[in-house]
Each structure stands twice: as structure tokens, then as C-alpha cells.
């Protein structure tokens, strides 16, 4: 039996504080339209999606707030580092997604900026539900724990 060839990705830029905000029931990979100097400037490694988020306008699904700054050799050609940017899925894909939008609390949240092994710009998005303060402190007692116990193996076996 063949093994599945193993799928390299540069990540560039990461939400890390989404999954610990959300509950991620899905994930779903995202082409990004991007101009010639915001894909050099994430390659330079200092975008930031923290605070972004997707939502759909006029059939289309587009990334908002997410910050890639401008490439300094581009001076005259360069881009808005805060622009929205459209996200490139199927018709059917952004018809589910806008309509699960529309049922209470969903949210779609950026989880990861990557380059894929073609070299593309891809975003990983996440269609997710917000946690309660209650939700949260039980993923910081059950994190806490898991390493509290990786400790004690560590020392006792």
C-alpha cells in the first residue's frame, strides 16, 4: 500500500488566540486574491490576522482586517496594508458558508496564512462558534492539567 505523500506548508501567519475564542467546528482552505507586492510582503513573515475576520457581501466572501503590511520595494505600486480581500472558494462553498452565517453566533475566522507546496497563498478559515467565559476557563484547567501531567511522567517514570 502507497503512503500519502506528505503536504508541505510554509505558514506565515497564524491566529492562535481563535481557538481558544471559539469553538471550531470546521475547517476549510481559502485562496486569498492578493496583489504582487502583498505576496512578497508575506513572505517576508510579518502579517498579522489576529483581529480579522471573513463575512460574505455580494455573493462573495471577503477577508476583513487582516494586516499585511506594505513591501518596501514597492513604493509607488504598493497596497492599502488593511484592504479587504476577497477569498477564492466554489459558488456552492460560499453559498453554505453565507448561509450558515446567518444562523445565530456563527462566525468564520481566519486560522492560518500559508503558502501550499505550489507556492500558492492559501488561508485556512474555520467556521466557528464564540465560547463563553465558563468554556474558556475549562480549556485553561484541562490545559494546565495536561501539562501538570506530562510534568509528573516526566519526573516520576
Same mark, same amino acid.
Given at each position: /500500500?502507497?503512503?500519502? =505523500?506528505?503536504?508541505?506548508?510554509?505558514?506565515?501567519?497564524?491566529?492562535?488566540?481563535?481557538?481558544?475564542?471559539?469553538?471550531?467546528e470546521?475547517?476549510?482552505?481559502?485562496? #486569498? /486574491? &492578493?496583489?504582487?507586492?502583498?505576496?512578497?510582503?508575506?513572505?517576508?513573515?510579518?502579517?498579522?490576522?489576529?483581529?480579522?475576520?471573513?463575512?460574505?457581501?455580494?455573493?462573495?466572501?471577503? &477577508?476583513?482586517?487582516?494586516h499585511?503590511?506594505?513591501? =518596501?520595494?514597492?513604493?509607488?505600486?504598493?497596497?492599502? =496594508?488593511?484592504?479587504?480581500?476577497?477569498l477564492?472558494?466554489?459558488?456552492?462553498?460560499?453559498?453554505? &458558508?453565507?448561509?450558515? $452565517?446567518?444562523?445565530?453566533?456563527?462566525? #468564520?475566522?481566519?486560522?492560518?496564512?500559508y503558502?501550499?507546496?505550489?507556492?500558492?497563498?492559501?488561508?485556512?478559515?474555520? $467556521?466557528?462558534?464564540?465560547?463563553?467565559?465558563?468554556?474558556?476557563r475549562?480549556?485553561?484547567?484541562?490545559?494546565?492539567?495536561?501539562?501538570?501531567k506530562?510534568r $509528573? /511522567?516526566?519526573?516520576?517514570?
Amino acid at each position: /500500500m502507497a503512503k500519502k =505523500p506528505e503536504t508541505t506548508k510554509n505558514v506565515v501567519a497564524q491566529n492562535r488566540r481563535a481557538r481558544f475564542d471559539y469553538f471550531i467546528e470546521e475547517t476549510l482552505e481559502a485562496g #486569498i /486574491m &492578493l496583489t504582487g507586492s502583498e505576496v512578497k510582503s508575506l513572505r517576508s513573515g510579518k502579517s498579522s490576522i489576529g483581529e480579522s475576520y471573513a463575512a460574505a457581501e455580494g455573493g462573495a466572501l471577503w &477577508l476583513i482586517n487582516a494586516h499585511i503590511p506594505e513591501y =518596501p520595494g514597492a513604493k509607488n505600486f504598493g497596497h492599502a =496594508p488593511r484592504r479587504h480581500r476577497k477569498l477564492l472558494l466554489r459558488k456552492r462553498e460560499i453559498e453554505r &458558508l453565507s448561509g450558515s $452565517l446567518k444562523r445565530d453566533g456563527i462566525t #468564520i475566522v481566519p486560522l492560518e496564512v500559508y503558502f501550499n507546496e505550489r507556492g500558492r497563498a492559501k488561508l485556512l478559515i474555520g $467556521l466557528a462558534k464564540g465560547k463563553r467565559q465558563v468554556d474558556k476557563r475549562e480549556t485553561i484547567k484541562a490545559r494546565d492539567w495536561k501539562r501538570d501531567k506530562a510534568r $509528573l /511522567m516526566r519526573e516520576k517514570g
